[in-house]
């Protein structure tokens, strides 16, 4: 668990306020220039219609910085800010900005790919499928954090997420079916990332069989220390174990990697 980071807090409203000030003065324009309005939407928001579409690759990223209205930007902002501070709890800020925006870019391509598999012709804007991405990394991290809810009280956060994403689903048979879809894409990113920062990737597999070796090796020392009076040995294993705990095993020398495993 994190201490608090001044850094954390100053990166999250810095991000507040770009998409806060992007998506109201796109809302002004809609006021002062319709037609002007409109050629911003069709440059910037992400549209299923692969025509209109066009290979603007960059839709993927700049959909999440509009919203529809003032209490879409609300809603999605005040998510935000509380789904942060229980990120923060276990990441840092690069982490969060990952979560994010590689969430929000995996959410546009969900959205993308299942509305042209069942020909629904419509277009995206919002930042909620980024900041599904951001709570669910959460979930996958540690599902069984629990948060106080005003009505249910303490609940862990999993029930949470249950409920977002059924309700999800069953929207998706009603209105505003591609903004539901951007969720559920930023909530499957968001949950997997959850799961990778946790320890789940090959990488780490492959240190946890290491780790777990070298646990079997420190034992079996361990139990033959006390038959022998070879502490010189064991001395010398407790300093390369102690080695591995600070740097990490690829830190040990071809010698003593040789010697540690000599003792199995």
Known sequence: MRKFDIKNIAVEIKLLIVVIVISLFVMLIKFADTGFYKAIIEQLALFSDFKIFNYRIWQFVTYSFLHADIMHLLFNMLMLYFFSQMFFTFFNYKQFLKAYFLGGIAAGIFYFIIANIFGLQSYVVGASGAVMAVFFTVVGYNPKMRVQLIIFGNVAIYYIAI??????????????????????????????????????????????????????????????????????????????????????????????????????
């Not at 969720?183 to 990488?203: A, D, E, P, Q, T």
């Not at 070879?230 to 080695?243: E, F, H, Y």
């Open 163 to 264: 409920a977002f994403l059924g309700f999800d689903l069953l929207q998706l048979f009603f209105d505003n079916a591609g903004g539901h879809l951007a969720h559920i894409g930023g909530s499957i990113f968001g949950f997997c990332y959850g799961k990778w920062l946790g320890g789940f990737s090959v990488s780490n597999l492959k240190k946890s069989k290491v780790k777990t070796n070298l646990r079997t090796v420190h034992n079996k020392i361990n139990q033959t220390k006390n038959n022998s009076a070879d502490n010189s040995v064991q001395k010398q294993i407790d300093i390369i174990l102690d080695k591995i705990s600070k740097s990490g095993y690829d830190s040990l020398t071809k010698e003593e990697k040789e010697f540690l495993f000599k003792q199995k």
